[in-house]
């Protein structure tokens, strides 16, 4: 599916518990970089787990459809993709679950063009973060390919929106590796921008964040079931459907500061492992 | 035209002295808030007051060579919120009238801070009835620089009403139009939260302004505009880093 406008009350609700996607109200006197650099002098719980990271538009959704639908439970493993600094990781962290953020630019601070300051994801910055909320979030400052982690053991994987800033063989790399990663009859949680700039929908091949990524080619052939998501809304799926996604839009939640829209999926790894 | 990629190296060299379109480099380690709190002229240079999308890096530079500024000019700015042209051209000598209505109170109070510390005195006009007293046929500039398509076409055609008005003979209006690549007639989408493609040929019809400098195919809405060209030459334009667009640019003339 492609997120929609209109959320579900409980997203709603959940965003206004978590002051998802942007940070409490506390919070919106200061910009990200301010709120990081004065993160002594401030107080976290005041601003919310989610006021220290700039966000995309789109998370007003992806953040509380990946909440409700990975139904995490106390006790569980949960593999964070590229969290950067997102309050998800720490919400999850506080509910009881053992959670790991792999993100290689930790390493450097830095992401595309948004500098140290604006991005802030650091080691320092994360374990901050965790000694703030009281928790114990492992971050590794590396891509998942590379990252040292066992095999078959996470309950739950996340890797919110992004893909798209890669290429595809990078975007197969991680899923592959994911997959790997996933304990029999876990859930791999995903989305993936859907850019109306970039071909189907426009003239760009790609923009300066990534490009549309061939979704279908992504996930196909990695031994995981597809249990989530609408096909006709996956692009390059057979059954990806551009001109019903164009009449969709003005149900669509389309970020107001870049054009694009949140494609949602689930993949299961079967109970009996990869097949 | 639309604008171009690479700029022009007096394009980049005006862009580097000052600072166009983010701000000095020891800007980008501090928020707007700060900024604003306490004007660094020097640190962060005029254009470090307000966001931009990213397509000023061509259009600042385009406006101030192609209008042909002299000190004692008089020059009026449409929507320029505390963008850095305004100051610039106060710096060089010139009279400046910002007329902007979403810049009343607390934007307005950090524009009057940002004058003081370049030691500039741009008229910052946020009232429309003082807006509509402004003395007709005084202006030798009029600069819409990506405001149009913010604008329905019923405002966007008031603004130019307007500034057909108020330009003196002989005097120039520069506009700069942004050209969404995701919306129609080069995307998909009819229109954005708050943008849109204007029709620029109805826009600028009948204000008795002659184009002066604009290729008509590379300007949405006139007859000649040509969308598989455009399309064709993407490669070779300026397209914004941070949104989807690129640049029409037109001159309309006063006849003298």
Redesign the interface.
């Known amino acids: 599916m492609i997120g929609r406008k209109a959320l579900p009350a409980e997203y709603r609700e959940w965003n206004a518990y978590w002051g998802a996607p942007y940070g409490r109200e506390e919070a919106a006197a200061l910009e990200v970089a301010d709120r990081l650099e004065g993160f002594d002098r401030v107080d976290p719980h005041a601003f919310g787990p989610f006021a220290f990271q700039l966000t995309s538009d789109t998370r007003v959704f992806e953040y509380p459809w990946a909440y409700h639908t990975m139904e995490a439970k106390p006790g569980m493993r949960v593999l964070d993709v590229g969290a950067g600094l997102s309050g998800l990781q720490f919400v999850l962290a506080m509910e009881g679950c053992e959670v790991t953020n792999v993100d290689p630019s930790a390493k450097n601070g830095e992401w595309g063009s948004l500098s140290a300051a604006m991005w802030g994801l650091t080691p320092h910055n994360h374990q901050r973060m965790n000694d703030a909320f009281g928790v114990d979030v492992r971050l590794i400052p590396e891509t998942v390919q590379d990252a040292d982690l066992p095999e078959g053991t996470f309950d739950r994987a996340l890797c919110l929106s992004v893909l798209e800033h890669l290429d595809q063989a990078d975007a197969r790399g991680i899923l592959e590796r994911v997959a790997a990663l996933l304990a029999p009859d876990g859930l791999f949680l995903v989305t993936v921008d859907l850019f109306f700039d970039v071909k189907p929908f426009g003239v760009l091949p790609a923009n300066s964040y990534g490009g549309n990524i061939d979704v279908h080619q992504a996930v196909s052939g990695l031994g995981l079931e597809l249990v989530y998501g609408d096909p006709r809304e996956l692009l390059g799926f057979p059954e990806f459907d551009l001109e019903r996604v164009v009449e969709l839009v003005p149900d669509l939640l389309v970020s107001p500061r870049y054009p694009c829209a949140s494609q949602a999926l689930v993949l299961r790894k079967p109970a009996g492992g990869a097949r | 035209m639309i604008g171009r990629a690479p700029l022009q190296d007096e394009y980049l060299e005006w862009n580097r002295t000052w600072g166009a379109p983010y701000g000095r480099g020891p800007s ?7 900024r604003l709190e306490k004007v660094d002229p020097d640190a962060y240079g005029p254009f470090a007051f307000q966001a931009q999308r990213g397509l000023k890096t061509f259009q600042y530079p385009w406006a101030y060579f192609t209008a042909g500024v002299r000190p004692g000019m008089r020059v009026m700015l449409s929507g320029e919120g505390l963008g850095g042209f305004q100051f610039v051209l106060a710096m060089n000598g010139l009279q400046v009238v910002n007329v902007d209505p979403t810049a009343a109170g607390e934007p307005a109070r950090a524009h009057a801070r940002i004058n003081r510390a370049f030691g500039t005195d741009v008229r910052l006009v946020t009232d429309l009835s003082e807006a509509a007293a402004l003395e007709q046929g005084s202006f030798d500039r009029v600069f819409l620089l990506s405001t149009l398509d913010h604008l329905g076409e019923r405002a966007g055609r008031a603004v130019l009403e307007s500034s057909a008005a108020l330009l003196a003979p002989g005097g120039l209006c520069l506009i700069t139009a942004d050209l969404l ?2 919306l129609r007639p ?4 009819p229109e ?3 943008e849109r493609n204007v029709d620029l040929r109805r826009l600028t019809d009948g204000l008795g302004l002659e184009l002066a400098h604009g290729d008509p195919r590379e300007l949405y809405g006139f007859p000649e505009f040509d969308r598989g060209r455009v ?1 064709e030459m ?1 490669p070779e334009m300026f ?1 914004g ?4 667009s690129v640049s029409q640019t037109a001159v309309l003339g006063k006849p003298g």
């Open positions: 980008a380690m501090v928020s707007f808030r700060r690549l995701h080069l995307g998909v989408l954005g939260p708050a399309v993407l397209v880093p941070f949104y989807p």
